[in-house]
């Protein structure tokens, strides 16, 4: 039997999308109206790609990447080589390790501790800051270059990225102790809330988050990514990459930081915008 994807079929997948249904309980939804399998998964490939396309920023302007044409196994980050674990496509997203050192990591996290206040997140609608129940981790920010070892790592991650060091927020560093955790969520502001203009009025969208793990807790705080049902679990110095040309749910960029449950967890979050970030 041969399938076409009609109109109605098309919007009701970006709406399914949009409402935050995850990609499988489409699929299952698409089965169950008798799609065949492969028939659905590309339909609904397709019908997100276009609808990135139709949105006001086109995916052909330059964004924050990795270097992985013909599939290396590591990258040249400058000052040091770092391995590339595992990619995905959608999300485009990928996990990779020596990112930083040892030293690194232990040197920001003396640096960053004395500095922890409870995490606030940006409030969309005002454009403020809050404190947040669903984000129990503590966290400060760097300077852009406030430090000889800071600079390094932002010149590091603009090499590995493509991406200017100008186009980056400071470095943020969050400590998470057993029980905090940060809900599934989208780095990117919200184009719908009043406060995301006076947010990108400095730098424009953010467009790319790298989190860096800066130690191991003993069990849990991996970084989840619920619309594709993938855990990445800190390692000290690895990293997960990803990128979103759109503001949108179909990025599938949600992710949160799964509850710690024995230890603490240290990350460092570099997030990159469109344009200049003047803080
Ligand atoms: O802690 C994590 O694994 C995720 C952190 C995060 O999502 C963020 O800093 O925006
Ligand atoms: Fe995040």
């Known amino acids: ?93 990928a996990v990779l390790a020596n990112v930083l050192s040892h ?15 409870r995490s606030r997140t940006v409030q969309t609608s005002t454009g403020g800051e809050e404190l947040n129940p669903d984000r129990t981790s503590d966290g400060m920010f760097f300077r852009r270059g406030e430090t ?13 990225l493509h991406w200017p060091v100008e186009h980056g927020e400071g470095l943020q560093v969050l400590r998470y102790r057993a029980g905090a955790q940060y809900k599934p969520h989208y780095d990117y502001f919200d184009p719908q809330a009043a406060g995301t203009a006076r947010l990108t ?13 800066l130690n191991e807790p003993e069990r849990g705080g991996g970084t989840t990514f619920p619309d594709v049902g ?5 390692q000290r110095g690895s990293a997960v990459f990803f990128a979103y040309d759109q503001p949108d749910p179909a990025t ?22 469109e344009r200049p970030f003047t803080p």
């Not at 993938?230 to 800190?234: A, C, D, I, K, R």
């Not at 930081?257 to 997030?271: D, M, R, S």
């Open 103 to 117: 030293e690194e990591c232990e040197a920001l996290i003396a640096l960053a501790a004395p500095r922890l206040q």
């Open 230 to 234: 993938l855990e990445v679990l800190p």
């Open 1 to 93: 039997m041969s399938q076409t994807i009609t109109p109605e079929l098309r919007a009701w997948i970006v709406q399914q999308a949009q409402a935050g249904c995850t990609p499988q309980s489409v699929l299952a939804a698409m089965r169950r109206a008798g799609w065949d399998e492969d028939v659905a998964l590309t339909a609904m490939e397709e019908v997100l790609q276009a609808h990135l396309a139709t949105l006001p920023m086109t995916t052909s302007l330059p964004r924050p990447h990795l270097a992985l044409d013909g599939g290396p196994r590591a990258l040249d980050a400058g000052d040091r080589v770092v391995q590339v674990i595992a990619t995905l496509r959608r999300p485009r997203l």
């Open 252 to 273: 599938l960029t949600l992710h949160g930081g799964a509850p710690v449950l024995e230890g603490e967890k240290w990350v460092a979050t570099k997030w990159l915008r």
């Open 148 to 160: 000889p070892l800071i600079e390094r790592i932002e010149a590091r991650l603009s090499r590995l």
């Open 201 to 213: 009025a400095r730098g424009g969208q953010r467009v790319a988050t790298v989190v860096i793990y």
